[in-house]
């Protein structure tokens, strides 16, 4: 079949991609930007770039689609989240409705609760949306996904690891059917051209039904964990949100959003699916305990935190691998190598994340809690795989633009918040028969804000850099 992927950079679209091609499809990757996908190659897979929040997109789908995907979530962005998904849904299902095919499949919310957040609100109206067209919809809903990566791991993870005791708002106590990233998949597989799933809605979660605390409680026991909560009536959705923001990796809209929708219990209503399509629901230990497996193997295929929209980051960034040479303040060290080029790669390709950043940790942390409590990123975001880089990957407070092993080359941009834009290049070049190592950091001051900036942190960088550059040579 001829399958049309939206999302195809997000959590789920990440892991739904293999899956289809294994399957034989031919699968044609909607994209904002194609340079996030270099790398990428299959005999059965096309990439389309193309922005759905464009007034008028003017890309055209293959005519023959048998199958299109929308996996397009905009809950953890600024601004007006459910108007974004709106225009996003209605530019899909016009592209879509002008092609040969038969079926729309859409991953939704758990939408039972007759007071619904903004969040599952927005989710259902996208149903309605994609629903007016001529293409046959089937709806999955689903609520709390479990898997290495997923923003609810994290999440969790997050607190159960860095909290003994938990003094908690309230809307701990609420239900949810959490369901494992692998049955998510097989659901979103299992449905293609079954013309009985066709306008029709199916809730798809594991075989509990858990309050968010029981599942805090879960996780700390295959943690091999001794956890105490305590839940309380007097935290407000401010203070809630603000409690995520600094103890997990969320962004503060991304809290915001999920504090509001874990107020609304996402309880599944029964039906057969599960056993039409043959499939065996996963326990939430069970998933928990499979997530870690993979993260122990260095095995997550895809995490949130790389999702260009978890953390509001420009769909234009890939346009910036062009360091600018003008108007910039650069600070630029080269050390010769020693024969141990292949290491100092290694090295360079490890950089953040568990490793940091070889020199002046402590002034690296600092940095990142400074960020945090300006409202940007910190360092709490790591690095999905610990010696393996692709472009788009967060890491850190920085975002990878370029990772080109063969060409020896890695090229960061700055996400922290900053008075201007910056640039962190690590490149392996020869010199003389021998083997150089350059490491230049460039900084685009905006305003004078940004050049007193520079010079205030100029004493920090010269120990910093220096020290980097001399660790990674070592």
């Known amino acids: 079949m001829k399958i049309l992927l939206t999302g195809a950079n997000g959590y789920i679209g990440q892991r739904l991609l293999p899956v289809l091609l294994e399957q034989g499809h031919t699968v044609y990757c909607c994209v904002r930007n194609r340079k996030r996908f270099e790398g990428m190659t299959h005999e059965h897979l096309e990439i389309i770039e193309v922005d759905f929040l464009d007034p008028a997109p003017t890309t055209a789908f293959p005519t023959d689609l048998d199958v299109a995907y929308f996996l397009i979530h905009s809950m953890s962005s600024k601004g007006d989240f459910s108007s974004k998904e709106a225009t996003t849904a209605v530019n899909f299902s016009k592209l879509v409705q002008a092609t040969q095919c038969q079926q729309i499949i859409y991953l939704s919310g758990i939408v039972n609760e007759t007071e619904l957040s903004d969040h599952l609100s927005s989710r259902f109206e996208v149903e309605k949306i994609l629903r007016s067209g001529k293409v046959p919809v089937t709806v999955l809903r689903a609520g709390i996904i479990v898997g290495s990566g997923s923003a609810s791991f994290e999440i969790i993870r997050d607190l159960v690891e860095k909290l003994p005791v938990m003094i908690a708002p309230k809307w701990l106590n609420t239900l949810c059917q959490p369901i494992s990233i692998r049955n998510v998949v097989q659901f979103l597989s299992g449905v293609i051209g079954r013309t009985e799933t066709y306008n029709q809605d199916f809730d798809i979660g594991g075989p509990e039904v858990l309050s968010y605390k029981q599942m805090l409680l879960k996780f700390a026991e295959v943690r091999k964990l001794r956890r105490y909560i305590w839940t309380v009536p007097v935290m407000t959705p401010k203070l809630s949100s603000y409690w995520l923001y600094f103890i997990t990796a969320t962004s503060y ?189 460039t900084f685009r001051p905006r305003g004078l804000w940004g050049r007193v900036y520079w010079y205030l942190v100029l004493p920090f960088h010269f120990f910093i850099f220096n020290g980097m550059i001399d660790t990674l040579v070592k």
């Open 253 to 441: 809209h991304l809290a915001t959003n999920l504090v509001d929708s874990m107020k609304i219990n996402v309880i599944c209503r029964p039906n057969q699916l599960p056993v039409d399509l043959g499939i065996q629901l996963i326990s939430y230990k069970a998933a928990v305990e499979m997530a870690f497996q993979r993260i122990e193997q260095n095995m997550v295929v895809s995490s949130w935190k790389d999702a260009f929209s978890s953390f509001d980051t420009n769909p234009k960034l890939m346009d910036y691998v062009e360091v600018p040479k003008f108007g910039c303040f650069k600070d630029e060290k080269s050390r010769t190598l020693s024969g141990n080029e292949a290491e100092v790669l290694e090295r360079i390709w490890c950089i953040g994340g568990n490793k940091g950043w070889y020199y002046g940790t402590f002034l690296w942390k600092i940095r990142g809690h400074m960020d945090k409590m300006a409202g940007g990123v910190g360092l709490r975001r790591g690095r999905t795989h610990p010696y393996e880089l692709s472009p788009g990957d967060a890491l850190d407070f920085w975002r990878v633009l370029i990772a080109d092993r063969a060409g020896k080359r890695l090229l960061l941009f700055a996400e922290m918040k900053l008075p201007g834009e910056a640039w962190l290049e690590f490149h392996i070049t020869e010199k003389d028969g021998k083997a150089v190592l350059s490491q230049t950091a």
